[in-house]
């Protein structure tokens, strides 16, 4: 049985499950080769994915949303939220001439069993799962024979009050009454850094106390006009304490509640773009409240597909555990450019870290793109890790502000040599304290950097890169931050490669089994 599932609305996937094998076959996100970041599903996704397909797939998949209609909501499939009777729609559909089953679960149910079908567990082990996104912030149970039990909802709409804090701080957010920015809960994470350690002062107690039990959607930002963080400035020190101040109360809210009520020590499943938020993931950790933690790397919307795919073949085999690799994205096109303006060579791990180890910047392909929003070695761009110098090239390269962390990769075998977690952390979503003062290129302000680690069976030409760079500079630690323009997916082309690296000021980049350096007379002083 194939089962091919889309995600509506923004951060738009299209995923397909083998479920005989009980497989994940591809995810692939639309905002990928360079379309703008979060985008929904476009005609090209719909092509690329049909294209892996070999025949009409058996089961068609939708998952659920929720849209702006002339008068109010309007649903899409089975709709935004619901985990009981009636938060599934089950039938048939004619696709080229073909019945083929149809299948839709709220998009609540997607987050739901995308972490539970990717967690390491095994099938039957019970487990807990916080779902803590935009508009849900719940805790769940899901048991040996698969049944859920809704716990408790602690927070209304967490991930929009994150978000809604920088809005209020950034002169830059004028927008109408509406939603926030998707991009600025990342940004407020890297601002936490420069909070300064205490308890909340007058101000800031008067914002969490209208902040976290409102139920309020969306946020107006007008309303609060007379708040002394009104435009106050992102990187000012009374907003960047403030932002510090909510992040520990999100956190100690859903935490009081867990040490309360998840009490019998299972497993504890992340999903919702809150996941995302590695300081958070590292504290979940240190409760010992769970067995273990697991969060997927696409623990974001962009895992919503897979998880309305795993909900569709629960509902038609009984089975809700996949095989997955984070290398299921789409294939790189490597189509025509002008080598005239490159110095072309044979990969060679020993030739790239020398360029590396001598503060050369290089792009670096390999295979399939990461599923998830972050780089993990197949779409990134890689440097050497010990100049402040860096950093900031790294961010002029970027077009990101200059508060935001670069992050590192690393050597699963030497991170407790340079980091404080004696764990493996393959998809970049925990925050660990520095422990290397060489390090100066990934450490954060307060000292925090969220490394990847990488094993030889994981991805084995970046370790084999990470080796290399270790014999010359006596550390394996890198610069790891994604591929891509200022404000879209990763690069997936070669000829968008090149402009890339001509005009941000890559030294050169790696395609699978070349090595391309640009030539000093192509590389331009511009910035796109």
């Not at 200022?486 to 030294?507: E, K, M, P, Q, V």
Request: glycine share 8%; aromatic share 10%.
């Amino acid at each position: 049985m194939r089962i091919i599932s889309f995600k509506p609305n923004h951060d738009g996937t299209i995923a397909a499950l083998d479920a005989s094998s009980a497989e994940l076959i591809y995810s692939y996100e639309a905002e990928k080769d360079t379309f703008p970041r979060y985008s929904a599903v476009t005609p090209t996704t719909i092509l690329d994915a049909a294209g892996r397909m070999d025949a009409i797939p058996d089961v068609v998949a939708v998952g659920g949303w929720e849209t702006a209609g002339y008068e109010g909501l309007v649903s899409e499939g089975a709709g935004y939220y619901g985990i009981a009777a009636g938060s599934e729609v089950v039938g048939e559909k004619r696709i080229f001439g073909r019945k083929v089953h149809f299948y839709s679960s709220t998009h609540e149910r997607s987050h739901l069993w995308g972490s539970y079908g990717m967690s390491p567990f095994p099938a039957g082990m019970a487990c807990y799962v916080l779902i803590w996104e935009g508009g849900i912030g719940d805790f769940y149970e899901i048991n040996e024979r698969l049944q859920v039990v809704h716990l408790g909802k602690v927070i209304a709409n967490p991930g929009h009050k994150y978000a809604f804090l920088y809005a209020l701080a950034d002169p830059k957010f004028t927008l109408p009454k509406g939603p926030t920015r998707i991009q600025d809960a990342g940004k407020l994470m890297a601002l936490c850094a420069y909070g300064q350690t205490g308890s909340p002062d007058r101000d800031e107690q008067a914002l969490i106390d209208f902040l976290l039990p409102s139920d309020v959607y969306p946020l107006p930002k007008e309303d609060l006009r007379n708040s002394p963080y009104y435009n106050i400035g992102v990187t000012h020190q009374k907003f960047t304490n403030l932002a510090k101040r909510v992040s520990d109360a999100i956190f100690d809210s859903f935490h009081t509640f867990a040490k309360k009520n998840l009490t019998k020590g299972y497993p504890l499943l992340i999903s919702g773009g809150c996941g995302l938020n590695c300081e958070w993931n590292r504290r979940w950790l240190e409760t010992n409240l769970f067995s273990d933690v697991f969060i997927p790397p696409c623990t974001n919307d962009a895992g919503s597909a897979i998880g309305t795919a795993v909900d569709a073949m629960r509902h038609f085999t009984g089975n809700a555990k996949i095989k997955w690799d984070v290398y299921s994205g789409q294939p790189f096109l490597d189509d025509e450019i002008d080598r005239t303006e490159l110095e072309v060579y044979p990969l060679d791990c020993d030739h790239v870290a020398s360029a590396l180890f001598n503060d050369k910047v290089i792009g670096w392909v390999q295979g399939n793109c990461e599923i998830g929003p972050r780089a993990l070695g197949n779409r990134s761009i890689l440097a050497a890790p010990f100049s402040k110098a860096t950093h900031e090239r790294l961010n002029r390269i970027k077009k990101r502000e200059g508060f935001r962390p670069i992050a590192p990769v690393c050597l699963e075998e030497d991170v407790e040599l340079h980091f404080d977690l004696a764990r493996p952390s393959p998809y970049m979503l925990l925050f660990q304290k520095v422990l290397d003062s060489r390090l100066e290129a990934v450490t954060h302000v307060d000292g925090t950097a969220r490394t990847q680690t990488v094993s030889r069976e994981q991805n084995p030409r970046l370790y084999q890169l990470l080796t290399a760079f270790k014999a010359k500079s006596g550390v394996g630690v890198l610069c790891n931050t994604s591929l891509n323009f200022n404000g879209t997916g990763f690069i997936n082309r070669a000829s968008d490669l090149l402009a890339y690296a001509r005009d941000a000021g890559l030294d050169g980049f790696v395609i699978d089994d070349a090595f391309y350096l640009l030539k000093a007379s192509s590389r331009t002083t511009s910035i796109r």
